[in-house]
């Protein structure tokens, strides 16, 4: 059985800090690009951020680059977003998802069309609440 289990999200202040973790099973992580979501109250779902399991590329938001940080352990077949100077406007459920690697295809490799793309799996979400 495929899951994908995020962790890590709480409320934190202004400024401050988070790390996310997605725990992933029942398929081979290598294989897979790895991405982070999130949804906030009333509005779309946004792609943040992404990672190709294979060769560690990444790829960011404009709204979050500079500030998150995204990084895979293999052995661990675990994803992490390290949140930073988080702000009130990143308030949001964020959500992992995964989708099968392919090197032909350009929306299966971390980028911009990983992130708009639907996914083959999506974990439940962790809240993020972020005050001013």
């Known amino acids: 059985e495929v899951q994908l289990v995020e962790s890590g999200g709480g409320l934190v202040q202004a400024g401050g800090s988070l790390r996310l973790s997605c725990a992933a099973s029942?398929?081979?992580?290598?294989?897979?690009?790895i991405g982070w979501f999130r949804q906030a109250p009333g509005k779309e779902r946004e792609g943040v951020s992404c990672?190709?399991?294979?060769?560690?590329?990444?790829y960011y938001a404009n709204s979050v680059k500079g500030r998150f940080t995204i990084s895979s352990d293999n052995a661990k077949n675990t994803v992490y977003l390290q949140m930073n100077s988080l702000k009130p406007e990143d308030t949001a459920v964020y959500y992992c998802?995964?989708?099968?690697?392919?090197?032909?295809?350009?929306?299966?490799?971390?980028?911009?069309?990983?992130?708009?793309?639907?996914?083959?799996?999506w974990g439940k979400g962790a809240l993020v609440t972020v005050s001013s």
């Open positions: 998802a995964a989708g099968a690697y392919d090197p032909h295809d350009p929306a299966s490799i971390a980028g911009p069309l990983f992130l708009n793309e639907d996914k083959d799996y």
């Open positions: 029942g398929f081979t992580f290598d294989d897979y690009t």
């Open positions: 990672i190709s399991s294979s060769d560690g590329s990444t």
